[in-house]
């Protein structure tokens, strides 16, 4: 892999910047804040996106921007170029969709779909997709300055984690640990399937027992069912016997219920003769009780001039109230006649004009006035005169309409006593003719009533048959209802007995197969606690083994390349700790100086890169690597041993950052 240009957009100090990497030793110099880790942060963002803890997006964006970008191009087969953008939101700065391009065929995804393409471009694991950080980038091409010395100064568990990340080790530690967790789940299942299993023997001793019980049941079932069968043997021949008198003894109750019928249509039908005799002479009596009476005109003529009197009574009712209202409007204009005479002569000036009214003129008024009164009065005494005759004829009227209402009351009473007279006759007649057929059908009753009396006496001996058959018959219904009862009884018991032991037999299968589940569970724990995690701290302790080998000789020969003191040795103990010694004596690598703390840091990180690239064969990144500040500290004799380091990585692209003017001889 090589870096070939990097393009910022709005990325901490720079606006909007492009920097070509040639191939060979490149060096970013500058004073400090000049943005020189700003470059090596923006491609650790291009490659792998934002990682919590390490490539933070508030801290890239510049500030009061908006948006940015970085834009990488790099090589390997082909040329790549990616490009991640971030975008800043009411609290925090995500990232936004990027592309990847590829011989001009670019491809947009999502910031996890690009991060997995580039770790499959790189040639890392796919266990690292899933992982914060990017622990073979950070440990083989690029560590940032304030990262250097921080391996050496951590507890040996945390640097031998780290150790085991970047080798891609823990997968044995996390296998162990999966391998814990399966083994208690196993204990779990057989501490389960012990509690399951534990009365295994009890429900077989059960099982026994009722399937024991079953049998002896199914015996009596038999029995039952036999006796049941001898019972409805006997229920069937009972039946039959009750069928063969059954016939006669119907007839014998049809005999007695037509005898008790004829004996209560004898005593209705003399019954029937009483009531009509009775209705008879009732009849006769009442018809002699009404007697003669007179006779009246028809009720028709009556009505007629009962109708034309009552027309005769309203024409006179009318006619006075006509002569009454007349009189009324005369004697009121007669009176308006009279005020205005006397108003007159009484009057001297006119209310209207107020002038002078003359005698003549009052005079004329009076003469008018008088001639009307003369008019009123004749009209008066005709209307009166009229009025009279009116209410003359209305009495009598009124007293001939008097006479007819009585006359028709009459005329009406007599002839409903004929009407009455003419039913009576007729029904002294029905009477006489219903007492002939009543005695007549007494009769007939009287003689079927013999007949019937002796068929009754004959059938005696039939019913005391029918009811001994009847006896017999439900004596052997009620032994075949007790048998079948019994028999139930014995095949619910026995049905039940089945389902118990079914179910039974169903638990003691499932525990015998519980417990072979749990003997298997139990092999299955035992291998994993007592081989299969012991084999995997085997080789995790192999493979650490030979990491550990090797990376301890690069140390070894990188401290000694980068210190020339013969007092001063270096190594790593089985947690890939540092071990500094001086003069034969252990020394804490706290007590270095300055300069041979970053020679130390520098020489486990070259050492650390060389291993990795050696070990994990598929990384494409062998080619590259990244010095962030590598001499901070160095002497001007510790400076010059630099040259000779970075001439034996022999790598196509170093990429250095540092403020020391003398590495400026160093690079191309």
């Known amino acids: 892999m090589l870096f070939q240009s990097l393009t910022l957009k709005n990325i901490r100090s720079y606006l909007d910047e492009r920097i070509e990497f040639p191939e060979g030793k490149v060096l970013l110099a ?95 694991p796919k266990s690292f997709l899933t992982k ?29 984690d780290t150790v085991r990340r970047v080798f891609d080790v823990d997968k044995y530690q996390r296998i162990k640990e999966n391998a814990l967790i399966v083994g208690r789940d196993l204990r779990e299942q057989k501490r389960h399937l012990d509690g399951v299993t534990q009365d295994l023997e009890s429900k077989k001793q059960i099982l026994a027992l009722k399937e024991e019980e079953y049998v002896a049941v199914g015996q009596k079932v038999v029995e039952a069912k036999t006796i049941l069968d001898l019972h409805r043997a006997d229920v069937a021949v009972s039946k039959e016997a009750k069928s063969a008198v059954e016939s006669a003894m119907k007839e014998a109750v049809k005999a007695k219920a037509e005898f008790a019928a004829a004996k209560q249509m004898l005593a209705s039908q003399e019954m029937a003769v009483q009531r009509a005799t009775r209705e008879e002479e009732h009849a006769k009596q009442t018809l002699a009780a009404i007697g003669e009476f007179p006779e009246t005109r028809p009720v028709a003529e009556i009505k007629i001039e009962k109708d034309a009197l009552t027309s005769e009574l309203n024409k006179a009712e009318l006619a006075i109230r006509e002569s009454l209202k007349v009189l009324g409007q005369i004697t009121s204009a007669k009176s308006a006649s009279e005020q205005m005479v006397k108003a007159v002569s009484t009057l001297n000036d006119c209310p209207t004009c107020h002038q002078l009214v003359s005698a003549d003129h009052k005079h004329a008024i009076s003469a008018t006035e008088n001639k009307k009164i003369s008019e009123w009065a004749q009209s008066e005494s005709l209307h009166v005169a009229a009025k009279n005759q009116w209410e003359l004829r209305l009495i009598e009227v009124k007293q001939k309409l008097e006479a007819t209402r009585a006359e028709e009351q009459q005329a009406l009473l007599a002839q409903a006593k004929l009407q009455t007279k003419k039913h009576l006759a007729e029904q002294v007649i029905r009477s006489a003719t219903a007492v002939q057929q009543a005695k007549e059908q007494v009769e007939k009753v009287k003689e079927s009533l013999a007949g019937l009396e002796l068929t009754v006496k004959q059938s005696a001996d039939v019913e005391q048959q029918f009811i001994a058959a009847q006896r017999k018959l439900e004596e052997a219904l009620q032994k075949e209802r007790s048998a079948d009862v019994q028999y139930n009884r014995l095949a619910q018991e026995q049905t039940m007995l089945q389902s118990f032991t079914k179910t039974i037999k169903a638990e003691v299968a499932e525990k015998v197969r519980s417990r072979e589940k749990r003997d298997s569970v139990a092999k299955v724990q035992t291998w994993v606690s007592e081989q299969f995690v012991p084999l995997m701290e085997v080789m995790e302790r192999h493979v650490l083994s030979r990491v550990y080998e090797e990376f301890n000789s690069l140390f070894q020969h990188w401290f000694a390349v980068l210190i020339e003191d013969e007092l001063l040795s270096a190594r790593l103990d089985d947690s890939f ?34 291993v990795v690239n050696d070990l994990v064969n598929t990384i494409a990144t062998k080619d590259v690597i990244i010095l962030d500040e590598p001499t901070d500290g160095f002497s001007s004799e510790q400076l010059d041993k630099i040259r000779d380091v970075l001439d034996e990585l022999h790598m196509r692209q170093i990429v250095l950052v540092s403020h020391e003017s003398k590495i400026e001889s160093m690079v191309d």
């Not at 921080?150 to 507890?155: G, H, S």
């Not at 540092?578 to 050492?607: F, H, M, W």
């Open 30 to 124: 500058g004073d400090i804040g000049s943005g020189k880790s700003t470059i090596l942060l923006a491609i650790e963002f291009a490659l792998f996106g934002l990682i919590k803890g390490d490539v933070d997006g508030s801290a890239l964006l510049r500030n009061g921007a908006r948006e940015g970008s970085v834009e990488l191009v790099f090589l390997l087969d082909k040329q790549y170029r990616i490009h991640r953008g971030l975008k800043r939101g009411k609290d925090t700065v995500s990232q936004t969709e990027g592309w990847i391009e590829v011989d001009g065929s670019r491809t947009v995804a999502m910031p996890t779909e690009m991060r997995a393409t580039i770790l499959a471009l790189l040639g890392y």
């Open 132 to 160: 914060n950080k990017s622990f073979l980038f950070r440990y083989t091409v690029f560590t940032p300055q304030e990262e250097m010395k921080r391996i050496l100064f951590e507890e040996k568990e945390a640097r031998l």
């Open 577 to 610: 700790s540092p071990v500094i010694s001086q003069n034969g004596y252990e020394l804490d690598v706290a007590n270095l100086s300055g300069g041979e703390k970053t020679a130390c840091a520098l020489a486990y990180r070259l050492a650390l890169n060389k």
